[in-house]
């Protein structure tokens, strides 16, 4: 999993707001922090770590999956190329769910009721960082050009240059 930036337009729907056409709101940044991550888990009684109205963007940063302490010992890139923030939250955030994710938010939509249907558009969706991380576990599959499961982990830490989008797998041809 790669760290990405993505910017959303979020609005109720029409019907939830008396059938008016959502307009263009204001503008918000919504960055990883101990503050506005948690980890492992998903669930409803978390509270909102930003609160916008119906029509508002959002610009939403992720957090990527690879250890800074293992990008660093990799090579593949700089230690320079790991925000501090995400150095931040693995040193700092030690409530932590069963699964292995770090999730920013969760984010409120005033006016938004239980049963409402939400409309997010992705309006942009960049790299925030220049690496990139993939992990096997036991027993799942890899490729189909691959052996199939195996039952040790396998994780790859992958460059990926600025100008170019993707990068081959050399075991995936």
């Given at each position: 999993m790669t760290a990405i930036c993505a910017r959303l337009a979020?609005?109720?729907?029409?019907?939830?707001?008396a059938g008016l056409p959502a307009a263009r709101g204001a503008e918000y940044t919504l960055m990883p922090s101990p503050q506005t991550v948690h980890v492992g888990h998903f669930t409803a009684a978390l509270k909102p770590v930003?609160?916008?109205?119906?029509g508002d963007i959002v610009t939403i940063e992720s957090v990527g999956g690879p250890d800074p302490a293992d990008v660093d010992a990799s090579g593949?890139?700089?230690?320079?190329?790991v925000p501090e923030h995400t150095r931040t939250i693995r040193r700092e955030v030690t409530d932590?769910?069963?699964?292995?994710?770090i999730l920013t938010g969760p984010v409120f939509v005033n006016g938004a009721m239980p049963g409402d249907v939400l409309e997010v558009r992705i309006l942009d969706i960049d790299f925030a960082?220049?690496?990139?991380?993939?992990?096997?576990?036991?027993?799942?599959?890899?490729?189909?050009?691959?052996?199939?499961a195996s039952s040790s982990e396998s994780s790859r830490l992958i460059a990926r240059p600025r100008p170019r989008r993707w990068r081959r797998v050399s075991w995936c041809r």
């Open positions: 979020v609005h109720v729907a029409a019907i939830a707001i930003l609160t916008v109205a119906s593949v890139v700089p230690p320079s190329a932590r769910g069963p699964g292995p994710h960082v220049p690496y990139g991380f993939n992990a096997q576990r036991p027993y799942t599959v890899r490729c189909l050009t691959h052996s199939p």
